[in-house]
């Protein structure tokens, strides 16, 4: 299936401000940027046909892959100034790149790269910066023997904040963790039917229009996932998705102990 992947957005919180920042889905975990780790994710599964949805640092993304090292991910064998690789990361990979405006909401975005999907009735989509273990294949059966017309990923919240219960009197009555609330977010991994297009106007949004009105009909479909979800919306997330990279705790990287998945 095709993959939608929706890196255009400034990424403000993960930004200094300063002019030529590089994008949130070009930050590092580990010596690839967010955006390869999302992408390996679905290639693991054989998803390999990637639509980017391309705005704020365009060219960041474009050079990556322009002149992108597989030496820095794979082994490789240096005999008379030649380059072997004993194994590779895309070189299956077909990646469309496409500017979709700088500030395009993602419902908007999608619209844009309709074209691209070459009129596939069910495709994939997601965030490009959330990283998951989640079980694709069962993600993406459980949607297709439905007859919903979108699937939305969603996954306990994962922030550290409390829920206050407070009495009449202004007394505390309990402290709980969000997290251990009976509360669902938006995970960022989405599965699509073409349907979803007749419910997203001109500069729409994904999940508040298409999502939204699909909702209403009964025709939303929720795959609760309460396993490895980790966003990087902040700076401080980012550095903390490195660090564990870097000590090899690693959940998302399924294709570093799974054999490679093919898909149907």
Known sequence: MKVVLFCGGYGTRMRSGT?????KPMQLVGPRPLIWHVMRYYAHFGHTEFILCLGYGAHHIKDFFLNYQETTSNDFVLRGGEVELLSTD???WSISFVQTGIDS???????????????DEIFLANYADVLTDAPLPEIIDRFAASDAGASMMVVPP?????????GEDGMVGGITPVSDMPLWINGGYFVLRQEVFDHIP???DLVADGCGQLAKRGRLLAYPHRGYWKPTDTVKERIALDEAYSRGDRPWALWEREPEVRSR
């Not at 909401?105 to 009129?119: M, S, T, W, Y």
């Open 19 to 23: 002019p030529g920042d590089v994008p």
């Open 90 to 92: 895309i070189s299956d």
């Open 105 to 119: 909401p993602i419902g908007e975005r999608l619209r844009r790269v309709r074209d691209h999907l070459d009129g």
């Open 158 to 166: 994962a922030e550290t904040f409390h829920c206050i219960e407070l």
């Open 202 to 204: 001109p500069g729409g």
